[in-house]
């Protein structure tokens, strides 16, 4: 497997170094929700650099027309994400059709937005029972997102274990995780959830010689969006970044294997000329509770990510007797 450093703080990415793109060559990447927007154009800019890329989404006109368009660098598996079994045949495809028989790269993108309904906000009529709601956001985004968190962890670990090969994984999350967004109660929780597990994560993940960031876009521009809401949303001060910046930013980490833990940020070119840069909020810097508390959790758990560590194990994570 990949050799990497168990993580630590080093300081932020230097985002002005430009990606090695020639590394994407016959790399095998998942993307999900990559038949529109973000997805696409990262799709485009990874499938461009001679990766094969298999694009994973439930829009299959679009998602054919695409991969017709990128042929042979990319393929389309339908995929809702909320379904373990469609995720298992997206990475047992993109395995079977890839160059090395391989799963190089996955970006877990797929999500969905206040826009498709937040149940959880509505105020039930309270003459009325109360209603309860699907939550569908949150399947989405975040148990939508440890599905194939999950499934790359077993399909990374059965690839060819070869010096070229990586293991990288992607959270496309958002600003949200940092910032309050009223009325966005669906989508904020799940992705400063995604956030936690990014966080959680790279602890462990060098044992399985897997790296895992996340990428917080805010406002991008977007042709699901109205050009009257656009224009209304720029009148109150709002930058949008083109769609082309979380591709490269999505290609930053991706090809430089000493990024790992980190989140990056999605920004205007006013903030970034990059288009993105490390937010910089996720480790304890400064002397004090929570970097003490840190330190004590980092030795308290124990836990170690190898076959059989838990039989020895209580499930609190204690020494069996």
């Given amino acids: 497997m990949p050799q990497l450093p168990r993580y630590e703080?080093?300081?932020?990415v230097d985002c002005t170094i430009p990606p090695n793109r020639a590394v994407l060559k016959g790399k095998s990447v998942i993307i999900t929700g990559g038949a529109n927007g973000m997805g696409e154009a990262t799709v485009r800019a990874f499938a461009a650099e001679g990766a094969f890329v298999t694009i994973a989404d439930l829009d299959e006109v679009r998602g054919q027309e695409l991969a017709k368009e990128l042929s042979p660098n990319a393929q389309f598996v339908k995929c809702n994400i909320t379904s373990w079994d469609?995720?298992?045949q997206m990475y047992e495809a993109a395995i079977a059709?890839?160059?090395h028989n391989s799963c190089d790269i996955v970006i877990a993108n797929a999500g969905i937005s206040r826009a498709s309904g937040d149940d959880l906000w509505p105020l039930d009529d309270v003459n009325e029972p109360p209603v309860?709601?699907?939550l569908n956001i949150v399947n989405v985004n975040l148990i939508g997102t440890m599905y194939t968190w999950k499934l790359a962890i077993h399909y990374f670990r059965k690839q060819p274990d070869t010096e070229d090969r990586d293991r990288c994984f992607i959270i496309t999350g958002s600003m949200v995780s940092w910032i309050d967004s009223p009325a966005n109660w669906q989508y904020t929780s799940s992705k400063y959830g995604l956030r936690g597990l990014?966080?959680?994560?790279?602890?462990?993940?060098?044992?399985?010689?897997?790296?895992?960031n996340y990428v917080a876009p805010c406002y991008i521009k977007s042709a699901i969006r109205s050009a009257a809401y656009e224009a209304e949303l720029m009148a109150k001060g709002?930058?949008?970044a083109p769609p082309e910046d979380v591709a490269m930013c999505m290609m930053k980490l991706a090809t430089d294997?000493?990024?790992?833990?980190?989140?990056l940020m999605i920004t205007p070119k006013s903030v970034s000329k990059e288009g993105f840069k490390d937010v910089g909020m996720e480790d304890h810097i400064e002397d004090g509770y929570f970097k003490r508390t840190q330190k004590a959790q980092l030795s308290i758990i124990e836990d170690q990510w190898v076959p059989g560590w838990s039989k020895g194990r209580t499930a609190e994570g204690a020494a069996k007797p």
Avoid: C, L, W
């Fill in 9 to 12: 703080y080093t300081g932020p």
């Fill in 86 to 88: 469609d995720q298992v």
């Fill in 97 to 99: 059709n890839s160059p």
């Fill in 132 to 134: 309860k709601p699907e």
């Fill in 198 to 212: 990014m966080r959680t994560a790279r602890r462990n993940s060098h044992e399985q010689g897997i790296r895992i």
């Fill in 238 to 240: 709002v930058e949008f």
């Fill in 257 to 263: 294997r000493t990024i790992n833990g980190h989140s």
